[in-house]
């Protein structure tokens, strides 16, 4: 049933280890402060749509997370940006991954889940061959439909764009 | 010390990455109401035994999961189903998938973890080359000893039937 | 630009699969009770550095988590010891992996996060071809700075000794 090459099936593994790699390795960025990590994620006009918050364009604007005053808070009273292991469709250049996102946090009375959301995430093949983030949308699971309707999505390709 | 070819190289790789998005694809399917997503991951006479509620036969069975009014409420509440990295063992035709599972949810105080349980998972390879699954083990590790033994056989092949 | 063969290129990604494996492993193996599995994924002379805990060295020393009392009374109410998807840096015969771990436990309320950490976990190529933990670094995410500084040196490559 294998009609694809070696090199085909290398690549196709290949891609979805790095797409593995952008997903979680955007939470260990963002909770080290490491700016420079969290823009290498994304595409220089890359978006990051948070449902509930509102919509973070560009690469230079995500990477100032690091810098909100907000969030060095969470860091410095204790934090993680975990997100699960992602579902992911790949088609030619273009990927999409599934996962939810939530964020851990440290507080008086111990540890406590401070946020939990669904996310989709397109990712596109740069030319340099890495894969980045187009467009990561989230929704809080808080009562919001949106998030559940963008989880069941899962099977549904990458927008080409 | 490699003594296996390209091929079968390639071949465990992709069964590995293919057990992956079964394993973590359940829970993001069963949050987005997808009934065809969630019976795809389960062949058609797989098993859901979750320890403390019963057991689940067949995969009109396991789909009908997402029309369920306690987990519809779940899901209009918030609710994230996780499951952990699973460690995987191959062999042949079939293998187990061991991780952990959680359910969190959203209630009036936030966020909580609803349900954490063990996970142990037997998958086969199908005809057409994918993998679904035939029997998944779960009990929840609220003081009964069965999770952790369930944990602890993490190296135990797969049951070849 | 891919300037790597096959041979090369396969390696990489059965490398990568192997510390998948060990990361989320040693979790199960120590809600499992499992000493021998415990021990399997350290070096014979292998650190697990608990920031706020203590340091221990050796195989012997770490597998014996699992006769600790202390140990055996998380497990007995209910725990999980959960890593999350690592970022992996690979650097020939040594590579580095960035995760989250934490430990979900059950109380009298229910289930809770017992313990929040960042991990940064050094391994090394063994002499069978398997990858075994030379040093596990591990810091609670409570407020101590230690933990968000250890995230953000997630493209720092591996330690060569």
């Given at each position: 049933?294998?009609?694809?090459?070696?090199?085909?099936?290398?690549?196709?593994?290949?891609?979805?280890?790095?797409?593995?790699q952008?997903?979680?390795?955007?939470?260990?960025?963002?909770?080290?402060?490491?700016?420079?990590?969290?823009?290498?994620?994304?595409?220089?006009?890359?978006?990051?749509?948070?449902?509930?918050?509102?919509?973070m364009?560009?690469?230079?604007?995500?990477e100032a997370?690091?810098?909100?005053?907000?969030?060095?808070?969470?860091?410095?009273?204790?934090?993680?940006?975990i997100?699960?292991?992602?579902?992911?469709?790949?088609?030619?250049?273009?990927?999409?991954?599934?996962c939810?996102?939530?964020?851990n946090?440290?507080?008086?009375?111990?540890?406590?889940?401070?946020?939990?959301?669904?996310?989709?995430?397109?990712?596109?093949?740069?030319?340099?061959?890495?894969?980045?983030?187009s467009?990561?949308?989230?929704?809080?699971?808080?009562?919001?439909?949106?998030?559940?309707?963008?989880?069941?999505?899962?099977?549904?390709?990458?927008?080409?764009?």
């Amino acid at each position: 049933m294998k009609m694809e090459s070696i090199e085909q099936r290398l690549q196709a593994l290949e891609d979805r280890a790095a797409i593995q790699q952008v997903v979680c390795g955007y939470g260990y960025a963002v909770d080290g402060l490491n700016a420079a990590a969290v823009g290498s994620f994304y595409m220089a006009d890359g978006v990051y749509a948070v449902g509930d918050i509102g919509r973070m364009e560009g690469r230079e604007t995500i990477e100032a997370i690091t810098r909100d005053p907000g969030h060095r808070a969470y860091v410095a009273a204790g934090c993680a940006h975990i997100s699960t292991s992602p579902y992911v469709v790949i088609d030619g250049d273009h990927a999409v991954a599934t996962c939810h996102t939530m964020v851990n946090m440290h507080g008086e009375n111990g540890f406590f889940i401070g946020r939990l959301s669904a996310s989709r995430i397109e990712l596109a093949r740069q030319a340099d061959g890495s894969w980045k983030i187009s467009l990561r949308q989230n929704w809080m699971l808080d009562g919001n439909p949106a998030g559940s309707h963008l989880l069941g999505r899962l099977n549904e390709g990458p927008i080409q764009s």
